[in-house]
């Protein structure tokens, strides 16, 4: 796991209230509404506050459509805003159907506004004119997807496609769990959806017929995104999904431990292409689209909203009442050590990873100590080493890195030194045959944890030899010995003997005495027994 490590805080913002809907782009600024119905709209470069107004009432969307804002409370009433706080049109939609209590979401196109509640499909005319109801239905369901070919949408165990008139064009059935908190991707001429059970389908947009099923036996709590070759979601055991939408294959599976959740984003860090979650582990975590890597996380003071990647910058709300924006352009993670852990006398090897869109290097620094240059070990990664009786003080102690000489810590992790911590020891095995002439393997180890050990001082029969994690030795005949000396561990030592490589005439003969000797004892012991 990477330790609290993460790309530049740009700025931050204090809404005074719960933000965990998806932000929006509005005017080259961005959006946002808090569950207590507070909007705020600030500067594409933040945090200018540009305005914000209390509508009073608990959202469950937040759409933009030509430079309006609209709006919609969980109990049904739709507000549009224009761009500068002022109310367009606010409608109830109790008022086409009485027994419309809850929403379940909505959707935007350029026909007008889809929205999904608890009685059926209402339509919204871009004018705030309310059609009648189009579907009805009842018990729970997804956000709706409204597109020129008609609206998909959840609703209890069935996938729908309907016209906009309410005609039904077809119906999916899962026996795997209902739909409900995962909003339908259409891509490509199929639909993608997954259930509570974790039933993940694809499902011809067409026709209805499916064209593939899998079941990741979790139930799924996020969207489902489509980005090139992959379809991405989260689940609510914790895990991050990357499925083939050719057969349904899973790609790669990533951990998070706790649930992603909401409507994730495509995007970049540095130069590597990802796709970001919010989360309840109080962060928004970066995943690699092509292997699935944690790349890194963009923390919070609590559970994180749905993210949105604009203008270099990742942007999110917080159940701690907080909005968080990170740069994407660079980032730096420790990844060892780990926050919170003890150290002793060991030497300590700091290392990470670093992203950068011009390749910059990352420097690192202990506590209040001088930055230093880290070195790079490939594939992204830095590390660096120290000696902790000379760099660390007893107790807490912080290291931070950064990336380029010139910018501010963008990343840090807190940990203890304890310079009472007994020493270890060192296991010293030596392979065999041992005869001269032929290379003798010698490896070192930990001998608590069996972890091979690398950059130790070895002396051979009183004079240091060069090695790092084992040693190749081609020795001559007779006795040898070797003592491993390591940072952090009691000085290890053996001793072995070298046997010569072919044997002596008087070797030789002595052998073939014993053996004579042998078989005339065996040839008496026999006569006697015949008599």
Not at 40 to 63: E, T, Y
Not at 130 to 149: A, S, V
Request: charged share 20%; glycine share 12%.
């Amino acid at each position: 796991m990477i330790s609290l490590g993460f790309s530049a805080l740009s700025w931050q913002y204090n809404a005074q209230g719960i933000i965990l809907e998806k932000p929006k782009v509005i005017g080259g600024g961005t959006v946002l509404v808090s569950e207590e119905g507070k909007v705020f709209v600030f500067n594409s470069v933040g945090p200018a506050l540009r305005w914000k107004k209390d509508l009073q009432r608990m959202p469950i969307d937040l759409d933009v459509d030509n430079n309006q804002i609209i709006v919609t409370a969980d109990t049904g009433r739709i507000t549009e805003l224009d761009a500068t706080g002022n109310i367009v049109f606010e409608v109830a939609l109790s008022s086409a159907q009485a027994n419309i209590t809850r929403v379940y979401g909505t959707d935007v196109s350029s026909r007008g506004i889809a929205i999904n509640t608890n009685q059926g499909v209402v339509i919204l005319e871009k004018s705030g004119a309310i059609r009648n109801l189009i579907f009805h239905h009842t018990g729970t369901g997804t956000e709706p997807k409204y597109l020129e070919d008609g609206i998909y949408l959840g609703q209890e165990e069935n996938l729908v496609k309907i016209s906009e008139r309410g005609t039904l064009i077809w119906r999916y059935q899962s026996k795997q769990g209902k739909y409900g908190l995962s909003k339908p991707e259409v891509s490509d001429g199929r639909v993608y959806a997954g259930t509570d059970r974790g039933e993940i389908v694809a499902i011809d947009s067409v026709t209805g017929n499916r064209v593939w099923s899998t079941n990741v036996y979790s139930g799924v709590t996020t969207d489902i995104i489509k980005i090139d070759d992959g379809i991405y979601l989260g689940t609510i055991d914790g895990k991050i999904y990357k499925i083939d939408p050719n057969d349904g294959t899973v790609i790669w599976k990533t951990d998070l431990g706790l649930a992603a959740f909401g409507e994730p984003e495509r995007g970049t860090i540095g130069d590597r292409e990802a796709v970001f979650f919010g989360s309840g582990n109080k962060g928004v975590y970066v995943i690699s689209t092509e292997s699935g890597e944690e790349i890194w996380k963009a923390p919070s003071g609590s559970i994180a909203g749905s993210p949105l990647v604009y203008n270099g910058q990742l942007i999110f709300g917080s159940a701690d009442k907080g909005i968080y924006a990170y740069t994407t352009e660079k980032s730096c993670s420790i990844q060892y050590p780990m926050e919170g852990i003890v150290i002793g006398n060991k030497e300590l090897e700091i290392k990470g990873k670093r992203i950068s869109q011009n390749g910059e290097d990352a420097y690192v620094k202990i506590n209040e100590q001088e930055w230093i240059k880290t070195e790079s070990t490939g594939d992204q990664n830095w590390t660096m080493y120290q000696d902790p009786k000379k760099a660390l003080n007893p107790g807490l102690n912080v290291i931070y890195c950064k990336i380029g000489e010139g910018d501010d810590a963008i990343g840090q992790v807190g940990f203890v030194y304890d310079p009472n911590t007994p020493n270890s020891n060192i296991l010293i095995s030596a392979s065999t045959p041992r005869i001269e002439g032929t290379a003798i393997k010698i490896t070192i180890n930990d001998q608590e944890t069996g972890e091979p050990l690398g950059r130790f001082k070895a002396i051979l029969d009183g004079k240091e030899i060069a090695g790092n994690t084992k040693l190749n030795l081609n020795l001559t005949a007779g006795k040898h010995s070797i003592l491993i000396k390591k940072m952090g561990y009691n000085d290890g030592i053996t001793n072995f003997e070298v046997q010569e490589k072919g044997m002596s005439i008087l070797v030789i003969a002595g052998i073939a005495i014993v053996v004579l000797v042998i078989l005339a004892i065996a040839a008496k012991v026999f006569l006697k027994k015949k008599q």
